[in-house]
Structure formats: structure tokens, C-alpha cells
């Protein structure tokens, strides 16, 4: 089946210090989706991306769709301790049923 | 109140024991989901409904089945639970022309000894 690598599997950084993650697949996607999941609760939607080669923005979170449209990159700038989590990526192909493929997850751990 | 609600939160049970997982929703869409999360494998898809008359296997549906009881319920029973059924579980929402947009409940810790 379709595979989403995530990677890093878990990151500690500093407060203030700037974070990169991506996800990776063989498969081409339509749309790529990063989620927010804090400690005891479900995902939350962060950023959706429709478009090979869009950049797009919530805050201080950049996500873009690769041009591939195998992969996708999310920037977190200036961490702060609210940005603990475990970062998701997912992936959506068109046609038929829409089935979301997720990614592993990124672990953030933030330093104060 | 939030939109996508989940119970029991927490539940430790005993292997061979029938096992039902609630999920409720006030946000009137029509999909529901169901997904359990391992550590390290991410969310991987159990069973899917489009509208009451729908249910779809996911990719790891062996060991569960579903009842969508009205548009706003849907339950995951596990008929005799496992110990690798041990997991959190998800229920999420959404609906077209956002069907990419997942809302998803607080989870269940389940725990099959």
C-alpha cells in the first residue's frame, strides 16, 4: 500500500531555534495535509495544500507541496513551548474515495 | 462543547472480553471514521462510513467491526478483544467539498491485558 516516510522520528531544540521536517513517498499525491496532535488529544488540521510547488503559510508554520508531488516539507520558525506535539504528514490521492494516507509523525520536544 | 466527542476515554480490559467504542458528533457530516494509532506507525484507517447505509473496511479492519447508528454515531466494537488490539483510537469527521479536512475526536486509550 501507499507509504508516507516522516523523518525526523523525534527532535529536541531549543526555544527560539527554527524546525524542519518532511515527508517522503514513491506515490504521487493530490494533496498533501500536516496535522498537530498535543499530548491526550486527536489531530488538528495545521496547514492543507492543493497545489505541486505551493507554499503556504499559518503563522509561523510553512508547509510546502513538492514539486514532485511525492514529498512535503513543514518549517516551524521561532519554537515555543506550546509547539510540543507530535507533527503529522498526510497525503490524499484523487479519484474514487479520497483515502488519507498519515505519516509516522515527528515528535517535538522543546527546550525553554 | 467540542464537535467530536469519544467514550469511554480510557478502558483496560481483560483478553476475550467484548469491547464497544462509542464516537458522537455535532458537526453534521455525513463521513465518519475510525483509526487506531500505534506508536511509530502512525494513524492507519479500521473502517469508514459515508452515510448510515455505508460502512467500508480500511486496511486493518480483521478484529472490528462498526454500526452507524444514525448520522451522528458511530461505534467500533471489538467482538473479543486482544492483546495487540491494545491502542489509542480515533474517531474523525469530515465532509465534501472538505473531505480532506479531518476532525477528529479525543481519542480512546484502550488496553487489552
Redesign the interface.
Known sequence: GQQLNQSPQSMFIQEGEDVSMNCTSSSIFNTWLWYKQDPGEGPVLLIALYKAGELTSNGRLTAQFGITRKDSFLNISASIPSDVGIYFCAAITSGGYQKVTFGTGTKLQVIP | DAD?TQTPRNRITKTGKRIMLECSQTKGHDRMYW?RQDP??????IY?S?DVKDI?KG?ISDGYSVSRQAQAKFSLSLESAIPNQTALY?C?TSDPPE????Y????TRLTVL
Open positions: 467530536v483509526y511509530g506507525l502512525g494513524l492507519r484507517l469508514y459515508f467500508n486496511e480515533f474523525a473531505a480532506d479536512t479531518q477528529f475526536g479525543p481519542g
